[in-house]
């Protein structure tokens, strides 16, 4: 019972003198310092990491010479996110880039001044991070992770123009999956596509759910989807029974049994916003005046395999872009 | 020093879910899994309601309700439903899944530009991270306040004996269903508050932020009862709040130390594990006289 009130009382100590010390004196740096917060390891995420510490490299930063990146990882814990928010925030970082949705908030939540780059998040004005996607307005820019939903909706169309009513599914929980598949909905409707609507709460759904969709849609359509790319074998075995191409939205999947996509590369988006934070760190760009950068257009990939065992006709068109400027995979 | 600041802001948020398992896991003697789904149902709720405009106070009070609707739910399901308990807390946690989605209308709602209960002109007047500190400070005071006085109560013993004997309380008259129902509403409300502040101090609710919520609260629990040994039963709902604070600072140092982020599960882990294996280290090795004098196994 004495300890315990030692250890209130130290407690108390402790905040009081925190509350009256000056909290003015910042430490000049010699070297900028990086802070990266990441939700969990996801070949996806770990391979914007990679592309990130690159495109600072390209830039001329290099880790541990005259920059220091600081990692951290929340393995997937979201009550670890906001103490390791505070901990890059007052290590003083120079420039923060969050990776997920969830860290990028908690990055925000922590510190109105530093400049913060979103990698990752698709959708920065509808997850509250930005006041406008085109003027973002306060410290926050970054790359959005969005796939160029028109260009793959087009790309389906080329290769099924018969196609009656086409598929999409998504898991409900995951919000760059949702925000994908409502733009998916947007153009499908523009194009007059009839596109059915499938979600899914988590892969153990994944195989009812799709045999079901399968037996009413004549082709597969899948956004970015972290659930879905993790079970992506159970919806190919599904397909390929019932003879239907699957169409996913990024290049991972197609190597998985997919048909064909415009993809994203992660790493790309990775060095792009590498690039970006270069550019904050040598104060040419604010984030305040700098737009969100899409990645309009995608990586052709296609998956001959795939295409010839389901009998599909592949556009001469498409496959000469894929072996010109994406990947075949035969 | 500021970290420790914010850690210590941290622990004082996230004790009422300590407080709130210690109900039913220490003194109803029920492993209640409910409290996976309540939290982020707590943050939807509160966030869903500011971002329709209602009073931060308002919403708060909202996640509280339906916290305590959930425990009810779970409650029913054993004491009427006669499902075993913690099949009826994993049935009801994984329902409240579906049910936060349906109220947030998405998977992540963020509250950046909106009104919250750190956002008023005296929360922000206050120093870096002070705003956690003293609002935890409050709601641990008044909700510990009231717990004390609830356990006091008449009614409140005969919760207590229903959890050390549900036999015996019955044949002394107490309906010890209703206790138990009662006992998770308040559990589970408590929980749902948590879920609510630590939405509005993060600045977002997702609908995954409840996943490993279990391990924090028992974490407050147990490393409050292995810090501070024999205490009564008043002196113990303090120990909870203690304990939060701990476990926060313990992560801290972690993180500090430089270990790597993959290892903190485990580090967590670790840490939990060798708490809850002190009584049995203490009998091998005698390790705790010189440092704590007649602590108190608890269980």
């Not at chain 1, 992770?145 to 009513?165: N, R, S």
């Not at chain 1, 590498?274 to 052709?300: C, F, N, Q, V, W």
Request: proline share 3%; net charge positive.
């Amino acid at each position: 019972m004495k300890r315990m009130y030692t250890v209130i009382a130290i407690l108390l100590a402790f905040l009081g003198v925190a509350y009256f010390k000056e909290n003015g004196g910042i430490v000049k740096q010699a070297k900028p310092k990086v802070g990266v917060l990441t939700l969990m390891h996801h070949p996806a995420l770990d391979q914007i990491y990679k592309g990130f510490v690159h495109g600072l490299a390209k830039e001329g930063y290099h880790n541990g010479k005259n920059i220091t990146i600081d990692y951290q990882n929340a393995n997937g814990d979201q009550s670890n996110l906001k103490t390791m928010a505070n901990k890059l925030v007052n290590e003083n970082s120079t420039v923060l880039f969050g990776i997920t949705t969830p860290a990028s908030q908690a990055l925000a939540n922590s510190t109105k001044k530093i400049p913060i780059v979103l990698g990752a998040v698709t959708n920065p004005q509808g997850a509250g991070l930005v006041k406008n996607n085109k003027r973002p307005g306060g410290n926050i820019t970054g790359i959005s992770d969005q796939a160029p939903v028109k260009e793959q909706l087009q790309l389906v169309h080329k290769f099924m123009p018969h196609a009656k009513t086409l598929g999409i599914i998504y898991t409900s929980s995951d919000s760059s999956a949702v925000t994908e598949y409502k733009e998916f909905m947007k153009y499908a409707k523009q194009m007059h596509l009839n596109l059915k609507a499938y979600s899914i709460s988590n892969s153990n759904d994944l195989n009812q759910v799709s045999q079901q969709m399968l037996s009413e849609v004549d082709a597969v359509i899948v956004p970015t989807d972290n659930t879905i790319a993790g079970a992506m074998q159970t919806l190919v075995k599904n397909a390929n029974a019932v003879n239907k191409p699957v169409f996913p939205a990024v290049d991972t999947m197609v190597k998985q049994g997919g048909v064909a996509t415009y993809s994203i590369n992660q790493y790309k988006l990775g060095v792009e916003g590498g690039k970006l934070t270069a550019d904050i760190l040598k104060g040419k760009k604010k984030p305040s005046t700098t737009a969100i950068k899409y990645i309009r257009h995608g990586e052709p990939v296609l998956n001959l395999k795939q295409a010839r065992k389901l009998g599909l006709h592949v556009p001469a068109s498409f496959q000469r872009e894929a072996e010109k400027y994406g990947e075949v995979i035969k | 020093m500021n970290l420790i600041v914010s850690a210590i802001g941290q622990g004082l948020l996230w004790a009422l879910l300590g407080l709130g398992l210690y109900l039913t896991f220490r003194i109803l003697n029920l492993a209640d899994m409910t409290v996976e789904g309540t939290f982020p149902l707590g943050a939807a709720v509160a966030v869903t309601a500011i971002t329709h405009g209602f009073s931060p106070l308002a919403a708060t009070l909202l996640a509280f309700g339906a916290g305590m609707l959930a425990g009810l739910v779970t409650g029913l399901l054993y004491t009427k439903g006669k499902i075993p308990f913690l099949l009826a807390g994993i049935l009801t946690m994984t329902a409240t899944y579906s049910v936060n989605l349906r109220i947030m209308g998405k998977s992540n709602i963020s509250l950046l530009g909106q009104k919250t209960l750190f956002s008023g002109s005296f929360m922000t007047s206050l120093p870096q991270y002070f705003d956690s500190v003293v609002l935890g400070m409050i709601v641990i005071a008044i909700i510990t306040l009231l717990l004390i006085f609830f356990l006091d109560t008449d009614y409140g013993q005969s919760f207590i004996a229903t959890g050390d004997n549900p036999v015996m309380a019955k044949s002394l008259g107490i309906h010890t269903d209703a206790t138990i129902n009662v006992g998770l509403m308040i559990s589970n409300g408590l929980v749902g508050l948590c879920g609510a502040l630590v939405a509005q101090s993060n600045g977002y609710a997702d609908v995954n932020m409840g996943i490993g919520t279990i391990v924090i609260a028992l974490a407050s629990i147990i490393i409050g009862e292995v810090a501070f040994g024999e205490l009564t039963l008043s002196q113990r709902l303090v120990a909870v709040t203690l304990g939060s604070i701990i476990y926060r600072l313990i992560l801290l140092a972690v993180l500090q130390l430089g270990f790597s982020a993959n290892d903190l599960n485990l580090i967590s882990s670790i840490v939990l594990a060798l708490c809850m294996m002190l009584p049995q280290l203490d009998k091998l090795f005698h390790i705790r006289k010189p440092f704590f004098k007649g602590v108190q196994t608890n269980d």
